[in-house]
């Protein structure tokens, strides 16, 4: 038989591509889930569980936390990316690793297909395709939600014919989770006006008196929190779950999809907000004017082209080199003030913080330059508005 490797989430629509793969297609199904941080350790095995149960030859768990850090989140946190200024690209950066990890394990057990169960009018489809194709060009992809256009009730049934009754009961909002966020789509967010209840959010508000914690970066990277260091993954993790707990990082993101249509989706991610926003505020105090908008006309750029699934496009690599070169003198802590729903940044405390310089305090006494100096640079530095202005007296 040949086979066919399928990226397996345990859900309807992965379930249905195990057995049709396996009855309609007469193929060797072998199964893979890739756990970006949405996944707990009994979950895992749950899901392992499941694959077998539904005919899967072999089944592999592949957590790949660390390899996301340092080929994305690391990234991610240096250009300070937040797509259209709102979303951190929670799920659509996941993507794009899980499919690399689903290619790997093709190759290595000889596969001759692999499938995926996205449908044909999101985002997650080009992602996956486009890594499989550039990858594996040799392996076909069977995508058979997207191909035979099925609705949920059609699955269900389909499964049923082949004696699998789990409870497929549809939940009122469709949760993806990761390390660096999770995504909540529902009814709300199929409109233009409607927000998203309290209860659509998986973290709810647990705590109500303020909290100040303090981020330890080192080189641009979260490398402690309060002082104790750990890796930054765990410190994502352990940042998570504490500012989870006063309800911080909610949104909705509107944005552009690959295919041309706008989409709306809520999300909750309280620790990559904060991480951001503080490690951007410690730029503005470590790195020259220069370096921040150049930084932020290419991150703009990285984020855009991960997101699309343009992340094995070399000039990805290029920017990388880039944001990593920016990131010598981003060392410091970073002063948060966590409340309910919503943070503060104090401030900071860096040996690289421009406004300890011996030059002058801004606003107040200058110290190395005289009142002629200023002078001489004001009228030199009006000159082109004065130009400009006697050549085109007319006009006014």
């Known amino acids: 038989m040949e086979k066919v490797v399928v990226a397996y989430s345990g859900g309807l629509d992965t379930s249905y591509c195990v057995k049709y793969l396996i009855h309609e297609k007469g193929l060797e199904v072998h199964t893979i889930l890739v756990n970006t941080g949405g996944f707990s350790e009994e979950e895992l095995i749950q899901t392992e569980k499941r694959a077998y149960e539904l005919g899967s030859s072999s089944h592999i768990n592949k957590t790949i936390l660390n390899e996301f850090y340092q080929k994305a989140i690391k ?53 996956f395709d486009v890594i499989f194709q550039t990858l594996a060009p040799e392996i076909e992809i069977i995508t058979p939600i997207r191909d035979l256009k099925l609705s949920r009730q059609e699955e269900v049934e389909f499964l049923k014919k082949h004696e699998v009754d789990y409870s497929w009961e549809k939940a009122q909002y469709s949760i993806n989770k990761g390390i660096w966020g999770t995504s909540v789509g529902g009814k709300e967010t199929l409109t233009s006006n409607n927000s998203l209840p309290e209860d659509a959010y998986p973290s709810q508000l647990k705590k109500k008196k303020e909290e100040t914690i303090i981020l330890n970066f080192e080189k641009g990277e979260l490398v402690g929190l309060d002082g104790i260091k750990d890796s930054p993954v765990k410190n994502i993790q352990k940042l998570e779950e504490l500012a989870s707990a006063f309800a911080i990082g909610r949104d909705i993101h509107v944005g552009d999809t690959i295919i041309g249509i706008k989409g709306r989706v809520g999300f909750e991610a309280a620790a990559p907000l904060v991480i951001i926003k503080a490690h951007h505020l410690l730029e503005k105090h470590v790195l020259t004017k220069w370096q921040q908008y150049w930084k932020e006309q290419l991150a703009n750029w990285y984020g855009m082209l991960l997101h699309e699934g343009n992340y094995l496009d070399p000039v990805m690599r290029n920017i990388e080199v880039f944001l990593d070169d920016s990131q010598k003198s981003v060392t410091g802590d970073v002063i948060v003030n966590l409340k309910p729903y919503h943070f503060t940044l104090e401030g900071i405390e860096s040996e690289f913080d421009m406004m300890k310089s011996d030059f002058g305090q801004y606003g107040e006494m200058n110290n190395s330059w005289t009142s002629d100096d200023a002078k001489g640079f004001i009228k030199i530095y009006g000159n082109a508005n004065k130009i400009y202005h006697n050549v085109n007296s007319s006009e006014s």
Request: proline share 2%; net charge positive; charged share 15%.
């Open 75 to 127: 990234y991610l946190i240096f250009g300070n990316v937040l797509k259209n200024n709102t979303y951190p690209l929670s799920v659509s950066a996941e993507r794009i690793f899980q499919a690399i990890e689903v290619i790997n394990y093709a190759k290595k057990v000889g596969a001759k297909y692999i499938a995926h169960g996205s449908t044909g009018a999101g985002n997650d489809q080009i992602r």
